[in-house]
């Protein structure tokens, strides 16, 4: 059961950033395919843990809640990808500091966001599975 999760979960992340990073071009606030990839698929495999399963199975899990949470990470992230200037222009030092540090937020973020989703699927192996 773990490796049918975790494989689905990396064929679905695979999926979906071939979709939006390579197709759409839309990768997320840091603009790089790896973290974006890494980010859809610890949370496809943490959702797909998580969520009583539904739809149909295969191979002995139920891959609706897997697809769904992919696909749901995937088009929030692709939100979030900073428009593009066409034209130059001289930044103050103002706004260099601006984006200084709202790079540093979202590497938190990135990180917070990272260590939890680990945190989520040792959880989800650790503790019991209730049957209701």
Known sequence: MFLAEMLFALF???LFTLIFAIG????GPWANVWIFFLIIFLAAWAGGMWISPAGPV??????????FFSFLLAVLL?????????????ETISEVKDKEAAVRAFDAFFW???IGLVV?????????????
């Open 12 to 14: 679905m992340a695979m």
């Open 24 to 27: 759409l071009r839309r990768m």
């Open 58 to 67: 295969f191979i002995g899990i139920a891959w609706l809640p897997i697809l």
């Open 78 to 90: 692709a939100s979030f990808t900073p428009p593009q200037r066409p034209e130059p222009r001289v």
């Open 112 to 114: 917070i966001l990272l």
């Open 120 to 132: 989520i699927i040792l959880l989800g192996y650790v503790v019991p599975r209730i049957a209701v």
